[in-house]
């Protein structure tokens, strides 16, 4: 505890001491030949091929701030009136007499530095919040615009879903329509291997696809089976694995079991 409290005042002795080797620009005059920190507002600038004034009084008649052209690379003097003029600054330096003038002449970038005044502080604070809020707006704007997209697309779904299940009803009904024609006009049973009155080969042979049922009719006499499909064509059954198909035009397509003419 002791080496603690011992720390903290050597602390607390070095910011004082540190606070004390601040001296304010009005008063340069009274530290000439010393090595201290010069704080004061830069109030205007004068540049010219050898040097670049900054002044801490109007006039240029006070304290100034000396940066020379041999320095110029690394306090270009576009930047020293970009980011120092009107604004709050320490100089660190030996304060030198010029002409019955104070000045320090300032060789590297870390001796000029600006100063963080409170209302900077809150200005600083008050710019990170706002763009905080910013991006959280933008967050929030990309959320909603995802939002619509989904709703659009459960909306998409839900059209599919109801055209999906439009389409499987018809199908169903389709099956059962098929269904019902099927066993409500069922054939008689094959008459496989019974012994029938077989056609002339010579009628058989002048079947052809295309005919008419009529046509059929007339050449090999009636089937023993008609089976309709629920395409509305029919198959003609003469035993023996005979078989004629008519289309709905009642139009022969298909031929088996017969010969070839």
């Known amino acids: ?154 909306a998409q779904l839900a059209q599919l879903t109801a055209v999906m299940d439009q389409q499987n009803q018809q199908i169903a009904a389709l099956q059962a329509a098929m269904g019902a024609t099927q066993s409500v006009e069922p054939g008689p049973e094959p008459s496989w291997g019974v012994a029938q009155p077989r056609p002339g080969y010579e009628a058989l042979r002048t079947v052809k696809r295309g005919m008419t049922s009529q046509e059929v009719q007339r050449l090999v006499g009636e089937p023993n089976n008609v089976v309709t499909t629920g395409s509305g064509s029919s198959i003609w059954d003469y035993g023996y694995g005979r078989t004629i198909t008519f289309d709905r035009r009642n139009r022969a397509t298909g031929l088996v079991g017969f010969p070839a003419p």
């Open 1 to 154: 505890m002791r080496l603690l409290a011992l720390a903290t005042m050597l602390l607390l002795a070095r910011a004082a001491a540190a606070a004390d080797d601040v001296v304010q620009w009005s008063d340069a005059e009274q530290h000439v030949g010393q090595a201290t920190t010069v704080e004061g507002r830069v109030l205007g600038i004068h540049c010219s091929p050898t040097s670049c004034l900054l002044a801490f009084d109007p006039t240029f008649n006070r304290f100034t701030a000396v940066v020379q052209a041999k320095d110029f690379k690394t306090l270009p003097p576009e930047t020293l009136d970009a980011n120092y003029v009107g604004r709050p600054v320490r100089v660190r330096g030996t304060i030198q007499l010029l002409d019955k003038k104070p000045e320090i002449v300032v060789e590297k970038p870390e001796d000029l530095e600006l100063v963080v005044t409170p209302k900077d502080r809150a200005a600083k604070r008050e710019e990170q919040a706002n763009d905080v809020v910013d991006r959280l707006d933008q967050i929030l704007d990309r959320l909603d615009d995802m939002v619509d997209r989904l709703d659009a697309t459960q």
